[in-house]
């Protein structure tokens, strides 16, 4: 190409008459051109050079967009909008004779259908875990660009949660996870309790508190979950571990707490799973050899759920040993002695005798079928504690929860020992000095 050619193409490339004629102009210097019209980039998004249109979506793009938001807004108003493009194309007929190719309808880009939609209230109304969209009771400290959506989206295996649904379904399949993290220590059937440890999974812990404040009003611990053990019960099928409820307990408790907090997803409510949650930490204490109680003070549901499991494990006690005494009934259930005293006195199953002592009644009624924990399908040891050997006894180390000795002696600075070898070159070294001394 001769100079004089290339001067006349780069001259028609910058006249308006160039870009008028040219149905797709190239650009041939590498440069953009001086002026995009919208409409230009409305129609094709890249009729100015392929090299141009790397950060923009292509029509492939826009087809798939425009259908996933078909499927999610099925009931959307268009008739008005496609009115007014008609009203809006009659008007500028003048600016579309001079377009620079054919006109045609634009797509319009798929935006608020994968936008969260923000609450009228203000706050979280609904939260959707898994296939249900459950009510949300209490407000929760999620951070601020979540606080004030309508629906909160949380993955049923990991409790991240997300804000739309087109974020949520992306993320069930990537998800890695289709059980909680931490170990596996009961499975009966379908169901399976799976223990985390609060410093291990910080991430884990701290998003299933903020879940659990949806639903429990007297929660007031969110992020510092390290001093805690947690205890989440699940639903197994083919798809993985569903979450059901949690507890969770100190991993030190100073006055034998065997329960700090306990929640059932309302989805879950009405089939025993509360119930078997409480047997299940009471198991706990009855294999570490402890009498156990819940911390106080209980919510009105909790209390509720307690004085019916005490209620029941009572009277199962002494259909076996009907002359039980009151520390007898302790050992054997593991039940504080102050709660066997409270539980007999809200169902009046005390009575003064003639000798001035009490005597319990049993009082036997119908009860619902439940879940119970069977020690049987138990794969657990206790939890030890202990302090670091830096000296620094603020922290708490997780020992390997083996036997008590074994614990007591890891925790324990041991002594250093030379090896063999080392004791074998410094009796050698010693040797030579003699020798030259000599």
Sequence with gaps: MTKEKAATIKHRRWTRAALNNEPNPLNLSGRMPLYCPLKALQDGQSWFGAQYARGLPGRSSIIRYEAAKRVSEPKTPIVEAHEEKHEHEASNSDDTERSLRPARQPPSLPTQAFLPHPSRNGRIQKVQIGSFLIDVWYLAPYPEEYSHLEALYICEFCLRYMKSAFVA????????????????????????????????????????????????????????????????????????????????????????????????????????????????????????????????????????????????????????????????????TSISADDILYTLKVNNMLRSNDEGGYVIDLQLKETKHRPIAKMESLTWVPFMVAAARDGNRDGVLNVPREATAISTAAAMPSPVRTSPRRKSSASSTEKSHRKRKR
């Design 169 to 332: 379904k992306r993320h069930k399949i990537k998800c890695p996870m289709k059980h909680p993290p931490g170990d596996e220590i009961y499975r009966d059937g379908a169901l399976s309790v799976f223990e985390v440890d609060g410093r291990k999974n910080k991430i884990y812990c701290q998003n299933l508190c903020l879940l659990a404040k949806m639903f429990l009003d007297h929660k007031t611990l969110y992020y510092d979950v390290e001093p805690f053990l947690f205890y989440i019960l699940t639903e197994s099928d083919n798809h993985g571990c569903h979450f059901v409820g949690y507890f969770s307990k100190e991993k030190k408790s100073l006055l034998d707490y065997n329960l700090s907090c306990i929640m059932t997803l309302p989805s879950y409510q009405r089939q025993g799973y509360g119930q078997f949650l409480i047997d299940f930490s009471y198991m706990l204490s009855r294999k570490e050899g402890k009498i156990g109680s819940p911390e106080r003070p209980l919510s009105d549901l909790g209390l509720l759920s307690y004085r019916k499991y005490w209620t029941q494990t009572l009277n199962s006690e002494l259909e076996k040993h009907p002359s039980s005494s009151i520390e007898e009934l302790s050992l054997a």
